[in-house]
């Protein structure tokens, strides 16, 4: 048995939506006659029966396929093809012309009205088949191709999704990392790594920056009478005093316990400028804090001794810098707690 040419074979469209193919024409035996031809074409038939029902389907529907006949009462075909040839969507449907009038004028006008073929009644099957077969198929491939442009979209959304996804789990990771845990202040490991930098661009652009030491006084007392949950109140309060005494660009870390580190950067010209910011956050330190204790609500006072290093007056690197605060800090407690003291001397590497 020889097998029928793939164009006059019906177009199966596995996956995808059923074509429609609109077949216009006045009169209901021509409609009767194309619909009969093309049964087995594999896509779904839909009649219209003048002009207006024409575009009133396109505006409802959408079609692969439209057989408009040309000689019809009203709106002849020419007509119909123009005014869907100016509608953003039917504009891209084709459209196949069927006259008894074939000569070159008609077809050049059909051409020009936005038809892509034209076909002579009586209509041949084998080539009405033919044709309409080649229309499915381009169809076919076109549906394929935005189907799986439609894919390649969703699955490229899905990964930029993961991809942020990830990215932030992994600052959250390194968030928790370089940050203490209860008072969500930079820990030892990021302060490290910001006073790094802050001694790069102090470097850069010679100019001086101060590394103040804060130890605070009377925090064990707290923790001994009211237990270790006041005692993580009282240190998230501090925190946020110091978060507020000091810019936005400056690090507040806690080092460990109750002790934490300020680095001041771009405001600092003068050690005694640095010592009057250091000793007005040692009085917002000191100020009363209202805290919920095992007793009911409770006032908590403490103190803060603070040591002060200007880079690179008493120290020109990390370590050095870190120690000459930490020695003035030493040196506030021994003089009585509660107070601001200036790093003495220079520290070298």
């Not at 771009?266 to 010592?275: E, H, L």
């Amino acid at each position: 048995m020889t097998e029928a040419p793939p164009s006059l074979l019906p177009v199966v469209l596995t996956g995808l939506p059923t074509p429609k193919i609109l077949i216009v024409d006045d009169h209901a035996p021509n409609r009767l006659a194309l619909r009969r031809l093309l049964a087995k074409a594999g896509a779904e038939l839909v009649e219209a029966d003048s002009g207006n029902a024409a575009l009133a389907a396109c505006l409802d529907q959408h079609f692969a396929l439209i057989l408009l006949d040309v000689n019809m009462p009203e709106m002849d075909g020419f007509e119909v093809a123009q005014l869907l040839s100016e509608d953003d969507t039917s504009s891209r449907t084709p459209i196949i012309f069927i006259s008894a009038a074939y000569d070159d004028l008609h077809r050049l006008k059909g051409y020009g009205s936005g038809a892509v073929d034209y076909i002579a009644k009586p209509v041949n099957e084998v080539i009405l088949r033919s044709k309409v077969g080649v229309f499915l198929e381009l169809y076919r491939r076109k549906a394929e191709l935005q189907a799986a442009l439609d894919q390649l979209y969703l699955h490229s959304q899905s990964l930029e999704h993961e991809i942020e996804l990830r990215r932030a789990s992994e600052q959250e990771v390194w968030h928790r990392a370089s940050h203490d845990a209860l008072t969500d202040l930079p820990n030892r490991m990021l302060f490290m790594d910001r006073l790094d930098n802050a001694i790069e661009r102090a470097r850069r652009h010679d100019r001086p920056f101060a590394l103040a030491y804060i130890d605070i006084d009377g925090f064990k007392p707290v923790n001994d009478t009211y237990g270790h949950q006041v005692g993580d109140e009282l240190l998230k309060a501090i925190a946020g005093r110091l978060r507020s005494s000091v810019r936005h660009e400056d690090t507040v870390s806690r080092l460990g316990g109750d002790e934490f580190a300020v680095i001041l950067e771009g405001v600092i010209d003068t050690a005694s400028a640095a010592m009057r910011l250091c000793e007005s956050i040692g009085r917002e330190l000191r100020r009363p804090y209202p805290l919920q204790t095992p007793d009911g609500p409770g006032i908590i006072e403490i103190g803060a001794s603070i040591g002060v290093a200007i880079f690179p007056d008493h120290a020109d690197d990390c370590d050095p810098l870190i120690l000459a605060a930490d020695q003035a800090m030493y040196r506030a407690k021994r003089a009585g707690k509660n107070r601001c003291e200036m790093a003495v001397g220079s520290i070298s590497q």
